[in-house]
């Protein structure tokens, strides 16, 4: 499985001292790309455990579609995606 991960922020985020959960004591980084606390985990990753191999997926308002084509500007093609909601509609 792949998951189409759109960033706005460029550049580093430094993790500072207070970033470290009291309770926990650690900090979890995300590694999804899903989480509302970025870049920090949140759990959110749960969604994805019944992804199948080689589909891949992008998350819009917590709902889940399938990547049908990915077009980018280095395809000589605007950017856009072809999407499928994971109904298959």
């Given at each position: 499985?792949t998951r189409?991960?759109?960033?706005?922020?460029n550049?580093?985020?430094?993790?500072e001292p207070?970033d470290?959960?009291?309770?926990?004591?650690?900090?979890?980084?995300?590694?999804?790309?899903?989480?509302?606390?970025?870049p920090?985990?949140d759990?959110?990753?749960?969604?994805?455990v019944d992804?199948?191999?080689?589909?891949t997926?992008?998350y819009?308002?917590?709902?889940?579609s399938?990547?049908?084509e990915?077009l980018?500007?280095e395809?000589g093609?605007?950017?856009s995606?072809d999407?499928e909601?994971s109904s298959?509609?």
């Amino acid at each position: 499985m792949t998951r189409l991960v759109e960033l706005e922020a460029n550049g580093p985020r430094k993790l500072e001292p207070s970033d470290i959960d009291d309770q926990k004591g650690d900090v979890a980084v995300c590694r999804c790309g899903l989480s509302e606390s970025f870049p920090f985990c949140d759990g959110s990753h749960r969604r994805t455990v019944d992804e199948e191999e080689g589909t891949t997926y992008v998350y819009e308002d917590g709902e889940r579609s399938i990547v049908e084509e990915v077009l980018t500007r280095e395809d000589g093609a605007d950017e856009s995606v072809d999407r499928e909601d994971s109904s298959g509609n």
